[in-house]
Each structure stands twice: as structure tokens, then as C-alpha cells.
């Protein structure tokens, strides 16, 4: 049966970005330090054109964040800076011609845009009508395979709030934020989680929880 999987970076502090973030600086101040365990490894540089890089514990983790993925959600955030009204359809998210989805993505958002379809398979649809609407229709398209809430922190809150969330992956860098925009910031103790296991490597710890329902 598929699942509905939310993954993340997170601080020690439990922050997913740091504080004034921007088109210039999309994670905010320090917020970048939550990817570095990342952005060596041999399979993150291979999909994003380049050559080398080291093979570790983490190497699975990240080749797991998009395995039998059919679908993504996310927050308007994390698709990108501009607020308000759509002022044209110049900007189509932080990832240039060829996002990493490969999938349809569905952008939460609260104000109607044309869908963008982008190079590699990924088609970025604009869903103004709620969560739920947002997530029924990312099922639809992923069929039999699981759908993932992407991010950023405010679509992972709600979606856990809201008990919709199967399983829930943070990376755990050793890095303290102060401020920010926090993960876990008003979800309520009505969440709860089963830890599936914990991953050690270089620069990071992989959680990996089921949402108990």
C-alpha cells in the first residue's frame, strides 16, 4: 500500500531553515550547514552533473528520499520567495530547467497559476483549495507508488497535524540555528511517533519514524 512520507533536514534545535530567508538565501542564515553531510556524497553530485564524491551511510538515505516516489507536495515556500499574487510566470522554482522531481508536484498555495511543465518529467501543479485537495490529487497521480511532502516546515505541520503523514524522515545535523522557521513549532502532542531505525553518519544521524494512528 503506498505511503504518504514527509523528509527533511533538521538542526539540533529544530529548525528546517534559518531565520530571514530570502531569494538570495532560500534556507536562511546557517541553514545551508543542514545539507553539507550531503552535498559530498558521490550520489548527490551524480545527479546534479558532476563527477567524484564520497560513499558513506548516508549514500542510502539519500537515494532513498526519492525511491518509489509518484508524486511531491509542497509549500509555496520552498517552490519559491515571491508572496501575494503571481506577478507573471518568470519564476519557476529554485532548481533552474530540470528539477530533481521527475514527478508531478503539487504547490500549496493561495493563489490560482497555470501549471508549469519543466524538463526531466516534473510538472509543477498549483492547488488552491487546501491540503487535503492537494494530497488527494498527488495519490491520484502517484498511483501505487507513495507521495512525498517535500517541505518546507509549515506543509510538513500541517500535514502531521492533520494525521495524514505515514512516515516521517529527519536528517539530524549537528548544528544549532537559534532562530528560524522550526519544524515541530505547534503541531500538537496528539502526534506521535514509532522510531524504524536511526542511521549514523558523518555529519548527520537519519531518523526514520512511523506516524502511530
Do not use: C
Not at 157 to 166: I, K
Not at 183 to 209: F, I, M, N, T, W
Amino acid at each position: 500500500m503506498s505511503k504518504v512520507r514527509a523528509n527533511t533536514a533538521i538542526s539540533l534545535d529544530g529548525y528546517v531553515a534559518g531565520s530571514n530567508q530570502g531569494k538570495e538565501n532560500p534556507l536562511g542564515e546557517g541553514g545551508e550547514q543542514l545539507h553539507e553531510w550531503m552535498f559530498t556524497l558521490k550520489a548527490w553530485r551524480e545527479s546534479h552533473g558532476e563527477e567524484g564524491g564520497d560513499v558513506n551511510p548516508s549514500t542510502e538515505a539519500v537515494e532513498q528520499m526519492h525511491a518509489n516516489i509518484g508524486a511531491f507536495v509542497m509549500g509555496r515556500n520552498m517552490f519559491g520567495p515571491i508572496r501575494g499574487e503571481w506577478e507573471d510566470d518568470s519564476w519557476k522554482g529554485w532548481w533552474g530547467d530540470d528539477p530533481p522531481y521527475h514527478a508531478p508536484v503539487f504547490v500549496l498555495t493561495h493563489h490560482e497559476r497555470e501549471p508549469v511543465a519543466m524538463e526531466g518529467g516534473t510538472t509543477f501543479y498549483f492547488v488552491t483549495d487546501g491540503i487535503e485537495s492537494a494530497l488527494e490529487q498527488a495519490r491520484r497521480a502517484a498511483g501505487d507508488q507513495d507521495v512525498l511532502v517535500a517541505g518546507g516546515a509549515s506543509a510538513i505541520r500541517q500535514y502531521l497535524a492533520a494525521g495524514l503523514v505515514d512516515e516521517l524522515h529527519l536528517h539530524l545535523a549537528p548544528v544549532v540555528l537559534g532562530d528560524g522557521e522550526r519544524l515541530l513549532e505547534g503541531v500538537g502532542s496528539d502526534v506521535k511517533l514509532e522510531q524504524l531505525r536511526a542511521v549514523e553518519a558523518p555529519g548527520v544521524a537519519h531518523l526514520y519514524y512511523r506516524v502511530v494512528k
